[in-house]
Antibody, heavy 118, light 109 residues
Framework: EVQLMESGGDLVQPGGSLRLSCVAS????????MTWVRQAPGKGLEWVAI????????SYADSVKGRFTISRDNSKNSLYLQIDSLRAEDMAIYYC???????????WGQGTPVTVSS | VMTQTPLSLSVTPGQPASISCKSS???????????LHWYLQKPGQSPQVLIY???RRSSGVPDRFSGSGSGTDFTLKISRVEAEDVGVYYC????????FGQGTKVEIK
């Protein structure tokens, strides 16, 4: 069964940094686009970033461009999200998801929470 | 921008429900496909896909769920709402930058 497991969420001060990880299993990770989606407390879903199978193409939502970096290590079946210059509005549950084509996401992780507070 | 209406819906079990999703730009890709998907997030759970590419039901999704539309206007219909259908429904476009709608909360009367 396909599994995605996020980790790395934490309580961080405004202006701080954090690296989220997502470990994939039971599918050929290096064949798929992968994406991060977040959900602020009580709010809707917001697409954050996407990366292609070999890591050479990346796209970001305008709200995170320049502060977030998506990356992957196919040898470790792992997806990452480096979050810098954290703001209060970045506080959310961060989900990783496998993108099966043009936004079609069948498999999602359980999410990892990021709390921003001084 | 993806705009969903209504933002909330209270439905009697067994009755139909319909959610509209309008895009500020056409979702018809130059390759001829339209990448509009529907997700459901049940309380306390991760989102799950229901419909992809406007009208294709994802594996395991009951046939009471159907999608339709083209260009900028799309609709998700539930033919007979069941208690397990409660949650927040999101449309999402994959043609441009994978933007989600605001969500429509469905409750049971």
């Amino acid at each position: 069964e396909v599994q995605l497991m996020e980790s790395g969420g934490d309580l961080v001060q405004p202006g701080g940094s954090l690296r989220l990880s997502c470990v994939a299993s039971e599918f050929i990770f290096s064949n798929y686009w992968m994406t991060w989606v977040r959900q602020a407390p009580g709010k809707g879903l917001e697409w954050v970033a996407i990366i292609n199978p070999d890591g050479s193409e990346k796209s970001y939502a305008d709200s995170v461009k320049g502060r977030f970096t998506i990356s992957r290590d196919n040898s470790k079946n792992s997806l990452y999200l480096q979050i810098d210059s954290l703001r209060a509005e970045d506080m959310a549950i961060y989900y990783c998801a496998r993108d099966d084509g043009w936004g079609y996401k069948v498999y999602w992780g359980q999410g990892t929470p990021v709390t921003v507070s001084s | 921008v993806m705009t969903q209406t209504p933002l909330s819906l209270s439905v009697t079990p067994g009755q139909p429900a319909s959610i509209s999703c309008k895009s500020s730009q056409s979702l018809l890709h130059s390759n001829g496909n339209t990448y509009l998907h529907w997700y459901l997030q049940k309380p306390g759970q991760s989102p799950q896909v229901l419909i992809y590419e406007v009208s294709r039901r994802s594996s395991g999704v009951p046939d009471r769920f159907s999608g339709s539309g083209s260009g900028t206007d799309f609709t998700l219909k539930i033919s007979r709402v069941e208690a397990e259908d409660v949650g927040v429904y999101y449309c999402m476009e994959g043609t441009h930058l994978r933007t989600f709608g605001q969500g429509t909360k469905v409750e049971i009367k």
